[in-house]
């Protein structure tokens, strides 16, 4: 095969439909159809429909799995699952990451627990193989069976506000799988031999995964489905999605969604060094005094024995124009204090008398105007208070910026599924 990128089941659909193509960790993929800006702006105010069957899944099973998972995994799933403070039980989704002894991010994951002694772990393209390998060496002669799912999946999202309003015509008895389903929950599963099979089904009978996660920052699903299956659920989405505004999105309308909402990239916003001081402190199980932690995990001790910590904040512009990467930092002295790891553009925000707002924003004055605003994430050698200026410079251009707690306001993730349909 050489160094030809992969194809996802897709790939003729995308390319048939002006999709603008690019290799994008081993899989040629869509970046934008005919605008990358209309196409963020869809998620915001309808909906979206993206191809992710990039990405890669593992089934962890066993007597050992949870222990192995607790040991490898930097959240405890014993514990709670985000800011709901409740158990992983099945039918739950927990966000965390893989660690090297050295404390750096291998990967990001999402854990789905699907039944006793089973786990269904997504992780990003590419990196199937990695995490298993990972697993395998850390399980001993612990009872776990880890299959790698990757390119055995298909898996799509949807993401918007009128992504429920898609999902209840195609779906058979929404009410029912619609009923308490929380935001990082899912019903179903993709094999018909699963005893949640018959949960979650196409109105043809096809059994599917639907979770309420997606990387967005809008309220959505993602749908994991037989590989047989997937060319006719993604045209079953598009046509059902049609009456409410739904567009096909490629990867760069993710990408600047995933920033405005603060989530990170791996291997970018996340990597080789010690997984903290970042936006992303509920991805660690950290004790209620913020020193300490739940549980041991690898990568625990040197975290906790960092002597020398850099820090990561999310920032916002004051206009469209970003840097290109690499990109340095620079403070009001003019002294270089860090690199920049992300540098995107939200086109669905913008400030108004230092505020940011979005397009969906219910008190959005009237005299803000929504151009979208530069945003990212910078990793700087000393703390920073919200609110600090500081300058980005790449070869061409030097900007600033200003450091924030958060960038795109009113986001829908989270909402109830009962308000959005």
Known sequence: MGNHPKKTLLHGWHTAHGANMADFSGYEMPLWYASAKNEHLAVLTHAGAFDTSHMASLLV????????????????????????????FPGRCVYGAFLTEEGGVLDDAIIFHIAL???????????????????SIHAGEADVRISDLTDRLGKMDVQGPMAARVMKKILKSPDLIFDRMP??????????????????????GTPVLLSRTGYTGEFGFEI?????????????????????????????????????????????????????????????????????????????????AVTNPEFTYPFAGFDLRK???????????????GTVLTCATDMGIGRHQDRIFSIVSPDRPE???????????IKVKKPLKIGTVVTLKDVRRTIQIRVEKDIRPNRTARKPLKEML
């Not at 990196?127 to 697993?135: F, I, K, N, R, T």
């Not at 935001?183 to 043809?204: C, E, H, N």
Request: proline share 6%; aromatic share 12%; net charge negative.
């Open 61 to 88: 099973s066993g007597t050992g799995a949870f222990e192995l998972l607790q040991k490898c995994f930097t959240n405890d799933m014993s514990a709670c699952i985000g800011r709901d403070r409740k158990a992983l």
């Open 117 to 135: 002694h089973q786990y269904m772990v997504v992780v990003n393209a590419g990196m199937g193989p990695h995490v298993a390998d990972h697993l």
């Open 183 to 204: 935001y990082f929950s899912f019903k179903g599963y993709f094999d018909a031999a699963s005893p949640q099979a018959d949960t979650v089904r196409l109105i043809d």
């Open 224 to 304: 994991f489905i037989a590989p047989e299956h997937f060319v006719k659920l993604w045209e079953m989405v598009i046509a059902a999605g049609k009456e409410f505004g739904l567009t096909a999105c490629g990867l760069a309308a993710r990408d600047s969604l995933r920033t405005g909402a603060v989530l990170p990239l791996s291997h970018q916003d996340i990597g080789p060094w010690p997984f903290i001081n970042t936006p992303w402190s509920f991805a660690l199980p950290y004790d209620p005094s913020g020193r300490g932690f739940t549980k041991a995990f690898i990568g625990d001790k040197a975290l906790t």
């Open 323 to 337: 840097v290109s990467l690499p990109a340095v930092v620079m403070d009001v002295d003019g002294m270089e204090i």
């Open 367 to 377: 005299a803000c105007r929504i151009k979208g605003l530069c945003c990212g994430f």
